[in-house]
């Protein structure tokens, strides 16, 4: 199975600040990255795929990025609602394979 | 609008059985693929299984020969049956309907808890 290292596990930041997550796969997943911001008793969220693709409705402030085996999801300006706990998800291969997670609160 | 929603979760003891479902609107989970993930508690999201259009379906190792997915066209219901359950499957299940490849559309999940 494919193995996806994500790093921070958790992070610190303020409103306004930028934020910047990593995933690294340990093979090879071309573009079949996405990411998901999960909050507690709420349905996980898609918020990119095919690494770079915003998923509809998403704000603009989220991007990633990347290919390969090194990926980023960046939050350009953390607003409120952000806080929350974001894992990667690779769809190159069964079985799919999610991050450890990072959790984003409040500094 | 697209709204899954899982039932079926509850306590059980180890060795137990149960099964969950996940009823679907505004989407067809006979011709999409649908997948279970879980998150036990304190822990990260874990994929656990697949069901494609075709009806052909993969398991995470943890799972295989223990659960089983499958649908129902005629009341657009996911199912997961979970046999020999184990403490270790305690966890959130989340139903999952994909666009463009990915888990795109989610439920807010059905708690299993596994215990004597």
């Known amino acids: 199975a494919i193995q996806m290292t994500q790093s921070p596990s958790s992070l610190s930041a303020s409103v306004g600040d930028r934020v910047t997550i990593t995933c690294r796969a340990s093979q090879g997943i071309s573009s079949d990255l996405g990411w998901y911001q999960l909050k507690p008793g709420k349905a996980p969220k898609r918020l990119i795929f095919a690494a770079s693709t915003l998923h509809s409705g998403v704000p603009s402030r989220f991007s990633g990025s990347g290919s390969g085996t090194d990926f980023t999801l960046t939050i350009s300006s953390l607003q409120p609602d952000d806080f929350a706990t974001y894992y990667c998800l690779q769809v190159y291969s069964y079985p799919l394979t999610f991050g450890g997670g990072t959790k984003v609160d409040i500094k | 609008e697209v709204e899954l929603v899982e039932s079926g979760g509850g306590l059980v003891q180890p060795g137990g059985s149960l099964r969950l479902s996940c009823a679907a609107s505004?989407?067809?989970?006979?011709?999409?693929?649908m997948s279970w993930v879980r998150q036990a508690p304190g822990k990260g999201l874990e994929w656990v299984s697949v069901v494609y259009s075709d009806g052909s379906t993969q398991y995470a190792d943890s799972v295989k020969g223990r659960f089983s997915i499958s649908r129902d066209h005629s009341t657009n219901t996911l199912y997961l049956q979970m046999n020999s359950l184990k403490t270790e499957d305690s966890a959130v299940y989340y139903c999952?309907?994909?666009?463009?490849?990915?888990?795109?559309?989610w439920g807010q999940g059905t708690l299993v808890t596994v215990s004597s």
């Open positions: 505004g989407f067809t989970v006979s011709t999409n693929y």
């Open positions: 999952a309907g994909y666009s463009y490849g990915y888990p795109g559309y």
